[in-house]
């Protein structure tokens, strides 16, 4: 790691000393990585550092590197720039860097906070804690402009994907896929959206009780169904949404309700995302088909859901 960016880390934390542990993860297709620092003399014991650096090989007018490249700045913006509080806990940013083609954040070590369980695979109790926060989390920002963020937010987003559509066989759900988008778009009831609000992307205490979210490259505003669709789709395979959806729907609008500002008319809000739920779902779906066709998330329900989107805007 460059000097600068050790001497960045150490004012930051206050410490005297660091030395750099292991590498959590690697970033999406060679973009850096995420890596674990240990300090000294500062009052944490470590921090966790997200190491942007654009691949030197990479076509910078290339569309994807374009969509990737802003991605970072717009998380590096959302941390600098807008907070939550306990009930949809984030990591806390303690330093932020930007210079050329390398950016790096330093945030929270949340597995010291207390979340230090990650899971593939989770029960009803753990996804309605996810949902719990997503609840608390669109309650918060319902109605607030994403200013410096995704104007629309969600990895895949139709305006950003036309490769994914040109890729798609041509059908009904193709044709149909930029009214979904603006049936999503033209929504009243607004909020910021986490954007990839994936199983993987949540954080868990010891006994499943509680979680704090991480990685927001794509947050950004919109219809809050985007990120129920993708955290149910990313824990539940398509036999078991038949069963377990409306009962966790219901679970994450009984949250909503308790957490949006008395003066919404919840009423009208409910009604409209349930109503655009299925839309939601078809939007993923079309990026899907397009992005990867064979993917397990391409199932009967998500086919049923799009199915019965399509026959609405037949109508």
């Not at 973009?31 to 650096?53: A, N, Q």
């Not at 009930?87 to 932020?96: E, F, G, K």
């Not at 319902?142 to 629309?152: F, I, T």
Request: hydrophobic share 35%; net charge negative; aromatic share 10%.
């Amino acid at each position: 790691m460059k000097q600068e960016y050790q001497d960045l880390i150490l004012q930051a934390c206050g410490a005297s000393k660091l030395s750099v542990g292991a590498n959590i993860q690697p970033l999406w297709s060679g973009y850096g990585k995420i890596i674990r620092v240990h300090l000294e003399g500062g009052d944490r014991p470590s921090v966790v550092v997200k190491h942007v650096k654009f691949p030197s090989d990479t076509e910078r007018t290339d569309r994807s590197h374009i969509r990737k490249a802003k991605s970072y700045h717009v998380e590096s913006h959302w941390y600098q720039n807008y907070s939550t509080n306990s009930s949809c806990r984030i990591p806390a940013c303690l330093a932020a860097h930007s210079c050329g083609d390398e950016m790096l954040l330093v945030l929270e070590d949340l597995d010291v906070a207390g979340f230090d369980q990650r899971r593939t695979s989770v029960k009803d109790r753990e996804i309605r804690v996810c949902l719990s926060w997503l609840a608390h989390f669109h309650a918060l920002f319902l109605g607030l402009d994403p200013e410096g963020l995704w104007p629309v937010g969600t990895y895949w987003h139709l305006e950003t994907r036309p490769d994914e559509l040109e890729a798609m066989e041509d059908g009904q759900l193709k044709t149909a896929a930029g009214e979904i988008d603006r049936t999503l778009n033209e929504c009243h009831f607004k909020t910021i959206v986490h954007g990839d609000a994936k199983l993987a992307n949540f954080c868990f205490t010891q006994g499943g009780q509680d979680v704090a979210a991480v990685d927001f490259q794509y947050v950004g505003g919109g219809c809050g169904m985007k990120d129920v669709i993708y955290l149910l789709g990313s824990s539940l395979e398509g036999r078991e949404c038949q069963k377990k959806v409306p009962g966790l729907l219901t679970h994450y609008f009984t949250e909503l309700k308790l957490s949006v500002n008395k003066e919404v008319d919840f009423a009208a809000l409910e009604a409209e995302w349930k109503e655009l739920f299925a839309f939601a779902w078809a939007d993923f779906d079309r990026f899907l088909l397009g992005w990867m066709p064979g993917h397990w998330k391409i199932n009967c329900y998500s086919q049923q859901l799009t199915n019965k989107v399509l026959q609405k805007l037949e109508q």
